[in-house]
């Protein structure tokens, strides 16, 4: 008997193993091309037929299945323990537990990486856009920078605000429900888009809300349910982007950067002002820090242009997150950063600063290059 649930023990184990290198085999194997092409519309489908199941239900029905699963995790680790204890068991039953626990981890691995994990290893969205993302000049980033300026303040009158001037969107609901609007727009006009239908935001519930926040997280997609879950506590004014953030990522925009991006753009093409007002925000807010590094003055400059109300919405962001500042939000960006390497994505959180080039790469798209002479003088 003994000997059979060590037998056992051991081909669970095996089993993991296998389960957890086996898309490893699969992206080293496939082209990016193959995983755009082929593996990406399917996890496109699974995200929509996910998310239409998990819409049955008006609540996260992710964050209540993680609770499922701690809870039953924790309960099987005491009966066992107990059970070894009082009935005096072999200690083989601990490690039939232990290989129990890690053969559901590593089929948890297997499903979230055969469903949506390997749009990590697919082509860039600046290749599938035909974007020429290269290296700019100071001057590319400040005229960008400067571009969400003038946006910022021609819409900074048409959001909603409470009688500090400050954002105030209303009902998550009402507003959740106007996300695919823009990601609608954004598939109209973009073939990298083909086949996404983008599902209704969902709120975390507040206690979940608030340790995101202590951890530094604004929202999460999880791919076993196709949902796109939200921290509604944080500042309006980001919550319309962090939608469309977690959007990209039900469309199959994996890595960080890119699902910026990609955000950005499904907000630029919505037809409502708080999802336009947040997504140039949220550019300005990267390309700004990135112009500070480089050029302190210049990005004072285009800070002291922006409307009073566009400041205020700033000032309140970061009077917000000055509270979670800490040692939690530290080990949240550490088990980021993990992650984010685990995935291959090795600049680990420095990548959500990357989606400045694209922006810049789009500016310029838009605009002309600043960095090349077009008539040269003879
Ligand atoms: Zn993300």
Not at 107 to 112: A, G, I, N, P
Not at 225 to 237: F, K, Q, R
Not at 254 to 270: D, I, K, V, W
Request: charged letters at 20%; glycine letters at 6%.
């Amino acid at each position: 008997m003994e000997k059979n649930e060590l037998k056992k023990s051991f081909v669970r184990i095996i089993i993991a193993v296998v389960l957890v290198l086996l898309p490893a085999l699969v992206h080293n194997i496939a082209s990016a091309a193959w995983i755009s092409s082929s593996f990406k519309p399917v996890s496109r489908y699974a995200s929509r037929a996910l998310s239409t199941l998990s819409g049955l239900f008006p609540f996260s029905l992710a964050e209540i299945l993680l609770y499922l699963l701690i809870l039953g995790t924790l309960f099987y680790i005491i009966f066992t323990i107990v059970t070894v204890i009082r009935r005096k068991k072999p200690a083989v039953q601990l490690l039939s537990c232990v290989s129990r626990i890690a053969l559901t981890a590593c089929c948890l691995v297997f499903v979230f990486n055969m469903l949506w994990g390997l749009n990590y290893f697919s082509l860039s969205l600046a290749e599938e856009l035909n974007m020429d993302v290269g290296r700019y000049s100071v001057e590319a980033l400040s005229l960008t920078t400067a571009s969400f300026v003038e946006e910022l303040n021609a819409i900074a009158g048409e959001v909603p605000r409470d009688h500090n001037g400050v954002s105030s969107y209303g009902d998550f609901k009402e507003l959740s429900a106007k996300a695919a609007d823009g990601w609608d727009n954004l598939v109209r006009s973009s073939g990298a888009f083909r086949n996404v239908r983008v599902s209704r935001p969902k709120p975390l519930t507040p206690m979940a809300g608030e340790f995101m926040s202590r951890t530094g997280i604004t929202g999460i997609y999880i791919p076993f349910t196709g949902e796109a879950n939200i921290n509604a506590g944080v500042p309006d004014s980001s919550i319309p982007f962090t939608m469309m953030h977690e959007l990209a990522h039900s469309a199959g925009v994996a890595p960080e950067n890119e699902a910026n991006f990609a955000a950005f753009l499904a907000c630029r093409e919505s037809p409502h002002p708080e999802f336009r007002y947040s997504g140039y925000l949220s550019a300005f807010i990267y390309s700004y820090n990135a112009l500070y590094k480089e050029d302190a003055e210049v990005a004072r400059e285009l800070l002291n242009r922006l409307d009073e109300r566009v400041l205020a919405d700033i000032r309140y962001r970061s009077e917000y997150w000055k509270k979670y500042e800490g040692e939690l939000q530290n080990v949240g960006t550490k088990v980021n950063n993990t992650y984010l390497m685990a995935m291959r994505q090795t600049s680990g959180v420095k990548s959500y600063g990357m989606v400045v080039d694209l922006l810049i790469a789009d500016y310029v798209a838009r605009n002309g290059n600043p960095d090349v002479d077009i008539e040269p003088v003879y």
